[in-house]
């Protein structure tokens, strides 16, 4: 049976489903609270527009990358670097990429996805009335030191995510981004409206788009690029997996830009709402790292709205509800990685399959989480195991991964064949296919080894 039978429970069911899930994967943690503080800590709008630049020359790209690789593949990834190789150079052990990043990446994310969670059932218990800055970051650092209190929200998240794949690709994946994502940015908007009435948002819009040139070093730009690959779920086959359940009159090359422009924009916006607010309070700095979401924002919320207590908790509230909405829509995907192959490969029943994943990184995510805490001595290379993770993820798996999947697609995969997922079997004009098929082939892979060679100190022609 072909799974581009629309009616095959194993497809998105519509155009637009699919684009929601794919830029469901990619709107996330990463969005509302990595952007704001890479931004913050790189210098504001210099960051953004070398992100911007990366987003375009290397994110859309090898997102469109995966998006054909995963789509050729009809319904199994590692069937499609098998078939596309036609079984040479040992190229069919890439489909293993998506199974074991989707165990690492969950990992790691599952345990900020819970803190979104306990500051969401906080904000909803109003237990943020009446603190202080002090009581604030007292209170982040007991919570996530703690050996039990955060293992049980990332194990409440994993499990909301775990029952969303179990439903399987259309009732759970497909149905959970078509309600979450339209919510997610009704909230998104509510809250840049309040945030640009407070005293001072000036302050945080010109910290936002004035660049300033002289911060920019090779941290910057590394990070830039390192942003635009963890935001946009590039790198890790995350969007091969969700490719494969593409119909096949899914134009690529379009939807690729619109999730890169859906996630984008998701980011600005996420910007809008924490520099204003951050700014709106003297004394409080913008850069103030990854604290910013947990510690400075609710601080943030209850000094601004002191006089209005609802508002402050009506504020504190939609925006972790937002951060909640947007960590699951990522997790959904991450997860999938790692149970689509259990569920189609190894054949086990899907909901099993999901639990399996689940389990395993559950545990994994224990790690993680007493990193913070119990575990703090506990170090690989100098890290504990939440930054081990993050490191291996998003500085190594993503670039290298990215690269290889460029490679693959540009010099190994018959040109035929590309132009066929380009073009939908010639149904399609596809002005921007040469553009890209340069790109794949020369630019991506000559810009990440030339960016891995400077990080590695190899020659310095960065800065
Ligand atoms: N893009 C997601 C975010 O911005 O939060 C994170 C992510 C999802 C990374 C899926 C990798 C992935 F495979």
Redesign the pocket.
Known sequence: MSTDNHKSKNVFASKVGAILAAAG???????VW?FPTETGEHGGAAFILIYVVFMLLLGVPIMVTEFAIGRHGNSDVTGAFQKMSGGRGGWKWMGLLPVV?GFL?LSY?AVVAGWTLYYAFEALMNGFAGKTSTDFVADFTAFSSDSAQPVFWTALIIAITCGIVALGVQKGIERGSKIMMPMLFIFIVVLVGCSLSLPNANLGLKFLFQPDFSKVNSTVILSAMGQAF????VG?G?LCTYACYFRKDVDLMKDGLSVAGIDTLVALLSGLIIFPAVCSIPGLQPDAGPSLVFITLPNVFQQVFGNVPVLAYLFSLIFYLLLVM??LT?SI??LE?SAAYFHKKLRLPRPMAAVIVSAVCLILSMFCSWSFGAWKDITIFGMGFFDLFDFL?AKLIMPVGGMLMCIFLGWVVDEKVLRAEMTNNGTLRSPLYPTYRFIIRYFAPVCIILIFANELGLFNFIF
């Open positions: 994967s990619a709107v996330g943690l990463g969005n990595r990043s990446v994310y963890f935001s946009l779920s890790l995350c947007a960590a990522s995907s991450m990685m993820v």
